[in-house]
């Protein structure tokens, strides 16, 4: 087994807001938290604080409470925070939905949560009322932040001025968020974080991402996500820096954001690294005021990013994590001089080990190359998920009996103490980030009246990142095109999970238990 290099840590017995906000110091109050590049608008710890506050009355007053979970379907604005943190001050749990989602996918989730309310903005109305309505959420349960004819919003639920009552609850076991994952198999499940997940993860990550409460952190990544929610809205809140948020990414604006602002800080996922590698862009901007980026969610070419780092004059970093772990488990510590392509250390608190995915057995030792063989990586540790919502064989076949979770990623440990992750055992592809679970894509393709059976993997793309491929069984003489399939797909799901390959096959390869053998169509993709 591999355990933190670091000392091991207590995680306070509080909820994520108390963690944040009841330790604001004096000092801290009058510190900007989060500014709008938009409007130049900004608020303070003290101000958002007092909204958090008051928002949590308003919802109260409206029957919120310990037992409900309201959805969130938003951009990355300085609003989030006061939503996220006063819903999660009341006990109540938060589904935090993709603001991409079509219609069909924002039901699904609210169905399957179970969400009774919907926080969003007026230029996603569209989705979310025709998703509310299919799940049973009445207007006035459908809060427009922004504003709209027959919905409560912000400003009037702030203007009521209403104090929060006290709750009771235990941070170990209470869900406060529920973000989607697919896991290692299946569609995407409610990934069950308590409030100690919540605490426990940032408090593993203060002492190894180092963010000081001068820095201007970049809030691009959406919050949405486990990876901006943890280490934007609750580690760097924590750190009392500054939040800049930006509520889509379109380079020109994110180079112009981080000169204006003067971004000390950026967290990204890999595309924009190499966007700060190559594009001819980037030279037009003084990016001088940036000291680190950290990339993660998905790899990072190493190459590509020394290439930024030298470029724009900062560190770089690499970390590692997955919804299910709240989601850090590594990360790259400052002054480490640890290979930007490895994810670094495991934070405190965590212990880890590689697996044999074939044999089962654990793999400890470093061969003359320093490298361990390649296991799959099991994490242990306070940031590991309760479980999934209402799937116990889900979590079963995730978590083992001795608090392990089992990653579905393939790495290596080097005798220095740091990992590489080199590639991954679960189904899951990844797009810019993002999650595509195949089996989703598998149903909605069955859902075609032409489609007799389809399977689907990440394949690299021309520009060498991964992309789903479908492979599609047509109905016999269908005259079904590779065109059609990807428009049939592309109507019904966010962008990031159109298919954007098709080849046609005779029969999808499958164990004799109905399995789709991804492996054997993963090797057809190899010659
Ligand atoms: N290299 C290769 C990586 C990497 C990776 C993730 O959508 P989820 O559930 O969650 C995330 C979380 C990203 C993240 C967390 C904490 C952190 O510090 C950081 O970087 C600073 C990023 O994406 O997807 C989880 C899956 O995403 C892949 C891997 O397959 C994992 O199981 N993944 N990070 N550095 N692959």
């Not at 069950?192 to 990544?221: K, T």
């Amino acid at each position: 087994m591999f355990q933190s290099p670091y000392p091991s840590i207590d995680v306070p017995d509080q909820s994520i807001y108390d963690y944040l906000f009841a330790s604001l110091g004096d000092d801290d109050l009058d510190r900007v938290a989060l500014v709008d590049p938009s409007s130049g608008a900004e608020t303070t710890y003290r101000a958002l604080r007092a909204q958090v506050d008051a928002f949590a009355g308003a919802l109260a007053a409206r029957g919120v409470d310990t037992d409900t979970v309201v959805a969130m379907l938003c951009p990355n604005v300085p609003a989030f925070a006061t939503v996220f943190h006063g819903i999660l001050r009341l006990g109540a749990a938060i589904t935090t939905v993709n603001s991409l989602y079509t219609a069909r996918e924002i039901e699904n989730q609210l169905r399957d949560a179970s969400a009774t309310w919907l926080v969003t903005v007026s230029p996603l109305l569209a989705q979310a009322k025709a998703a509310a309505d299919a799940a049973g959420i009445a207007d006035d349960h459908v809060i427009v932040l922004d504003g709209a004819d027959g919905h409560p919003d912000l400003r009037s639920l702030l203007t009521e001025g209403r104090t929060p009552p006290e709750v009771s609850f235990d941070p170990a076991t209470h869900v406060a968020v529920l973000p989607y994952s697919s896991g290692t198999t299946g569609v995407p499940k409610g990934v069950m974080l308590s409030h100690r997940n919540l605490v426990a993860n940032v408090h593993q990550c203060r002492s190894v991402i180092e963010i000081s409460p001068d820095d201007r952190v970049l809030a691009v990544l959406p919050f949405f996500h486990i990876y901006g929610m943890t280490v934007l809205l609750n580690l760097a809140l924590r750190q009392r820096a500054t939040l800049v948020t930006m509520p889509r990414f379109d380079l020109m604006e994110f180079l112009r954001v981080v000169q204006e602002h003067r971004c000390t800080f950026l967290f990204i996922a890999p595309p924009i690294a190499v966007a700060l590698a190559k594009h001819p862009a980037v030279d037009q901007f003084d990016l001088s005021s940036v000291h680190s980026v950290f990339s993660g969610a998905a790899p990072l070419d190493g190459e590509t990013a020394e290439t930024a780092g030298r470029r724009i004059g900062a560190r770089f970093f690499q970390g590692y994590g997955m919804s299910e772990l709240s989601p850090v488990s590594h990360a790259i510590p400052a002054g480490s001089g640890f290979p930007v392509s490895s994810v670094g250390v495991l934070i405190p608190g965590c212990d880890a080990k590689l697996v044999d995915p074939e044999t089962g057995a654990e793999l400890e030792q470093h061969g003359d190359d320093g490298l361990t063989a390649p296991g799959e990586i099991w994490v242990r540790g306070p940031n590991v998920m309760l479980g999934y919502l209402n799937r116990p064989d889900a979590t079963a076949e995730t978590l083992d009996a001795d608090g392990f979770l089992h990653t579905g990623d393939i790495g290596v440990h080097h005798v220095d103490g740091y990992f590489t992750i080199v590639d991954r055992l679960k189904e899951l592809i990844k797009y810019h980030g993002y999650q595509i679970a195949p089996a989703e894509l598998e149903a909605l393709l069955l859902s075609h009246p032409k489609i007799q059976d389809a399977a689907v993997i990440g394949v690299r793309g021309d520009d060498g990142e991964e992309i789903p491929k479908a492979f599609v069984v047509a109905a016999p003489d269908a005259g079904l095109t590779a065109e059609d399939v990807m428009a049939f797909v592309a109507g019904q799901v966010a962008p990031h999970k159109k298919v954007r390959r098709v080849e046609f096959i005779d029969v999808v390869p499958k164990s004799t238990s109905g399995k789709i053998l991804r492996k054997d169509l993963r090797a057809r993709e190899a010659v």
